[in-house]
């Protein structure tokens, strides 16, 4: 029996269509292989779009949902260092991203729940700005946490960032780390301790170093990965330097899928052409 | 051009098949190299803990396929971490002029990735014993209460891993059976024993072969 076929009907019988068979399966196998390779970058370039640009700041890692900034508040951290906590924390907002805020010192409290929107955070950059100088030194208002201010427990601080993330639930949560790293001796063993437990829950840490010494940032890098640290210049904008640094990373993924999308349409177009009749005028 | 080709073609086989063996000698040489030095290292560990640029041969090929082939990662990561803890001990890192603390975090850290990744249960259960010893050497100056509390119930929680993942882990079930006295010390000898081994490095495996502290 046979069965019908799209077959013109009509159609001259050719003598040598066998001998054409196994190029036809060899050009049905190409188109397959090009059709399903389009579709699957398209998928692709799907799914790596919605994710790119959506504006993440960079200094907390590619992934995260959202961040914690664990304040170091102890009485190292005063004068010129503020300067650059008031940077830091304009430079956290204008990265438009929710974020939590903890502030530690020999002891550690939450501010801001993770979530919280950026912009709460500008309720505390004025206590960072100087209201006047007396001669060279800036003279800063009183703030809430004078009296609080001591020794230094980073382990407390990031104990407390943990916590936070934890309570509220977050899953793909970082801790920013904002500190001179200058840790009290007695904190030794419990920052290691704190370290390890952050490396075991999978919560990256990021640190923006204030004035850090070159031993202590040793340390620190043995602690959390020598790619933790962000340089505290990314905040700054000057008038010779624009870099734009709290912004999201640069899309390779969506670049290279896209340049991957072309190749295969070209690759469509040159092997998948209509044939072209030669010799035939126009 | 073609049929120059198609008439040498014998010759071109076997000069590319001349090629393929002497990569295939040097190969074989590479993981040849590979034995030996991970042999001889093993033993020079055993005798100095602390000596340089162990578990590092000097091959032949670009790359060292050999070892990505033998798939020496894990077993070389092991040992790394063991001269990382010895390391510790010594107080800084000869090879990278690291201080104690770095040293320290340095050896927390590869301890850590090891109960996850060594192959063989017995090597993860000797990486938490490790941690668990790190752990509870770090130092407390000052002696806080809280934090030595802390730091004793992580070490118990790290030798108890190390039990459930090899149960014949003696050393771990020694040093767990140390920071339990210490946790809840006893009054007769037993107890002023455990205080004994407490940071003093007096406890069990402190010894060559062993691993405990």
Redesign the interface.
Same mark, same amino acid.
């Given at each position: 029996m046979r069965l019908p076929t799209l077959h013109r009907r009509g159609a001259p019988a050719l003598a040598d269509l066998p001998r054409l068979h196994l190029p036809a399966q060899r050009t049905s196998a190409v188109r397959l292989l090009l059709a399903a390779a389009l579709a699957a970058t398209l998928a692709w370039l799907f799914v790596v779009a919605k994710s790119a640009g959506t504006g993440r700041a960079a200094v907390f890692p590619e992934g995260t949902s959202t961040g914690v900034v664990a304040l170091d508040m102890s009485a190292s951290i005063s004068g010129p260092v503020y300067a650059r906590v008031a940077t830091t924390l304009r430079g956290i907002v204008n990265a438009n991203q929710s974020v939590g805020l903890t502030m530690f010192s020999d002891t550690a409290y939450e501010l801001l729940p993770p979530n919280s929107p950026p912009g709460a955070m500008l309720q505390f950059v004025p206590f960072f700005v100087p209201l006047r100088y007396y001669g060279s030194s800036p003279v800063f208002q009183q703030s809430p946490w004078d009296t609080f201010m001591g020794g230094t427990r980073i382990a407390a601080g990031l104990e407390m960032a943990r916590i936070a993330l934890k309570r509220a639930s977050v899953k793909h949560g970082a801790i920013l780390l904002v500190s001179d790293l200058d840790d009290s001796d007695a904190d030794q063993a419990l920052l290691e301790d704190e370290a390890l437990r952050l490396r075991a829950d999978h919560v990256p840490v990021r640190i923006v170093p204030l004035f850090a010494s070159p031993r202590d940032r040793r340390l620190f890098a043995a602690l959390f990965g020598d790619n933790a640290f962000v340089d505290p210049s990314v905040f700054t904008h000057t008038a010779k330097r624009h870099a734009a640094s709290i912004a999201a990373p640069q899309p390779w993924t969506l670049i290279l899928v896209g340049v991957l999308l072309v190749v295969l349409l070209a690759g469509n177009e040159r092997f998948n052409g209509r044939l072209g009749a030669s010799g035939v005028p126009a | 051009m073609r049929r120059r080709l198609h008439r040498h073609r014998a010759a071109i086989a076997s000069v590319a098949l001349l090629g393929i063996a002497a990569v295939l000698v040097l190969f074989a040489l590479d993981v040849r190299t590979w034995q030996s030095t991970v042999t001889r290292d093993d033993i020079r560990f055993r005798a100095l803990p602390a000596h340089q640029a162990l578990w590092r041969p000097s091959t032949i090929l670009p790359g060292d396929p050999a070892s990505l082939l033998i798939g020496t990662g894990k077993a070389m990561a092991y040992r790394h971490a063991l001269q990382y803890f010895w390391y510790t001990r010594a107080g800084n890192n000869p090879e990278s002029n690291?201080?104690a #603390? &770095? $040293?320290? &975090?340095?050896a927390?850290?590869r301890m850590?990735s090891l109960i996850g990744s060594a192959p063989t249960a017995q090597q993860r259960s000797d990486a938490a014993n490790m941690?668990g010893v790190? $752990?509870v050497t &770090?130092?407390? #100056?000052?002696g806080?209460r809280g934090?030595v509390t802390?730091?004793l119930t992580?070490a118990a929680q790290y030798f108890q891993l190390a039990i459930s993942i090899n149960p014949s882990n003696f050393d771990a079930k020694q040093n767990l059976e140390l920071v339990l006295r210490l946790q809840r010390p006893g009054k007769g000898k037993f107890g002023r024993d455990a205080r004994a081994g407490y940071g003093s490095g007096r406890g069990r495996g402190v010894v060559v072969r062993g691993s405990g502290y």
């Open positions: - | 690291e201080n #603390p &770095a $040293v320290r &975090a340095s927390q850290n850590q941690l790190l $752990v &770090a130092p407390t #100056p000052g806080d934090a802390q730091i992580r």
